[in-house]
């Protein structure tokens, strides 16, 4: 089983919409990543939220982790047509090691 | 602006031939990784190496073998292909256990 997944495999909305992506995870964190995976590319990462930390911000994007339901989400506000991609949560369970578990991905389409 | 390189972009290969994939990066970082993401976009890490040193070796098939000449440099090696090994191979690096840097990927199809 995963120890990470997103919580739904896709969605749609009109520019302008906000949007919110779910995340949720099995085992204890250190931290918890967005990553965003445009056509052809590769992931590039959004943001970085720790397990003290309950709410982070990077422009139009605002990412918040529950330690206590073991969930994190990532909210888009004003969306654009150039953020239709796929979105990963992924987390580091191992504090010694530089491994990451991504989740399956969210597919989010924003239509013109 | 790309500081992870990959080549080839793409690659197409029959059954049982031998196939090398290659990756640079020029940030500076001590750990490199190989990721397969497949048709439905689930990504799985392979191998991970920490300054030309092996530290993550997932439950990957023996014919996949990772070779490192520096730590900016980490290659990917597969000997006699399958169908399923058909995916895209990402790259990545990272300063260390946050931020990972990837590659624009190779992609890979066996027929």
């Known amino acids: 089983s995963q120890l990470a997944e997103e919580n739904s495999w896709a969605l749609s909305v009109h520019e302008g919409e906000s949007v919110t992506v779910n995340c949720s995870y099995k085992?204890?964190?250190?931290?918890l990543q967005w990553y965003r995976q445009k056509s052809g590319k590769g992931p590039a990462q959004l943001i970085l939220?720790?397990?003290?930390?309950r709410e982070k911000r990077n422009g139009r994007l605002r990412a918040t982790l529950d330690t206590s339901s073991q969930s994190s989400s990532l909210s888009i506000t004003a969306t654009r047509c150039e953020d239709t991609a796929v979105y990963f949560c992924?987390?580091?369970?191992?504090?010694?090691?530089?491994?990451?578990?991504f989740g399956g991905g969210t597919r989010l389409t924003v239509r013109p | 602006e790309t500081a992870v390189f990959q080549t080839p972009n793409y690659h197409v290969t029959q059954v049982g031939n031998e196939v090398s994939f290659n990756c640079k990066q020029t940030?500076?970082?001590?750990?490199m990784y190989w990721y397969k993401q497949d048709s439905k976009k689930l990504l799985k890490i392979m191998f991970s190496?920490?300054?030309?040193?092996?530290?993550v070796n997932e439950t990957v098939p023996r014919r996949f073998s990772p070779q490192s000449s520096d730590k900016a440099h980490l290659n990917l090696r597969i000997k006699s292909v399958e169908p399923e090994d058909s995916a895209v191979y990402l790259c990545?690096?990272?300063?260390?256990?946050?931020?990972?840097?990837f590659g624009p990927g190779t992609r890979l199809l066996v027929l």
């Open positions: 990545a690096s990272s300063p260390g256990k946050d931020t990972q840097y």
């Open positions: 085992t204890s964190i250190t931290a």
């Open positions: 939220i720790r397990s003290n930390e």
């Open positions: 992924a987390t580091d369970h191992n504090n010694a090691g530089a491994k990451l578990t």
């Open positions: 940030l500076g970082h001590d750990t």
């Open positions: 190496y920490n300054n030309k040193q092996l530290i």
